[in-house]
């Protein structure tokens, strides 16, 4: 069974920086597009960015671009996050997705990032 | 901007059919995909592009989708259907519906 787990995830203060991992295992990383999704505590989901299999192309919500950094290490079969800057509102859980053809059949069971004084 | 319409909430009868939609703008001309979430747990993929259950979803769940709105179809709803559901499109980048909370009574 397919299988990622996020890690790095913790309290942070605004204007600081945080950098979450994404474990995968059990399915060929390098041939699939990977994304993170956060969602806000008792919010819907709002996906965060995305990359390519070769990390040739990204894409970021409007809200973080500038801000957050994706990336991914196909060696280590890990998929990364860095956030810049945080905001009060980038507090959410932040869930790692792997993208099948525009939707997410698996998802990891988040990493909480809270960002508060 | 391209946006997606879910009510805040549904509720249904034990038993009965539920039908969740999601309004956009001529969506069944996209594919649409839908997640259950129940509280502390990550989203699940429950149908995706428009009509198809991935392997451990029960026939119980289906969807449709035509002119400007999706639905999601839960028959026989029980207990265990509660949950947050959201859809889901392509649009130039990922965009999910705020969700609908659904009880079963």
């Known amino acids: 069974e397919v299988q990622l787990v996020e890690s790095g995830g913790g309290l942070v203060q605004p204007g600081g920086s945080l950098r979450l991992s994404c474990a995968a295992s059990r399915f060929s990383f390098k041939n699939y597009w990977m994304s993170w999704v956060r969602q806000a505590p008792g919010k819907g989901l709002e996906w965060v960015a995305n990359i390519k299999q070769d990390g040739s192309e990204k894409q970021y919500v409007d809200s973080v671009k500038g801000r957050f950094t994706i990336s991914r290490d196909n060696a280590k079969n890990s998929l990364y996050l860095e956030m810049y800057s945080l905001r009060v509102e980038d507090t959410a859980v932040y869930y790692c997705?792997?993208?099948?053809?525009?939707?997410?059949?698996?998802w990891g069971q988040g990493a909480l990032v809270t960002v508060s004084s | 901007s391209y946006e997606l319409t879910q009510p805040l909430s549904l509720s249904v009868a034990l038993g009965h059919t539920a039908r969740i939609s999601c309004g956009g703008d001529n969506i069944g001309s996209r594919n649409v995909h839908w997640y259950q979430q129940k509280p502390g747990q990550a989203p699940v993929l429950v149908i995706y592009?428009?009509?198809n259950r991935p392997s451990g979803i029960p026939e119980r769940f289906s969807g449709s989708t035509s002119g400007n709105t999706a639905t999601l179809i839960i028959s026989r709803a029980q207990v265990g259907d509660e949950a947050d559901y959201y859809c889901?499109?392509?649009?130039?980048?990922?965009?999910f519906g705020a969700g609908t909370k659904l009880t079963v009574l």
């Open positions: 889901q499109v392509w649009d130039s980048s990922v965009l």
């Open positions: 592009r428009d009509n």
């Open positions: 997705a792997r993208d099948d053809g525009y939707h997410f059949a698996y």
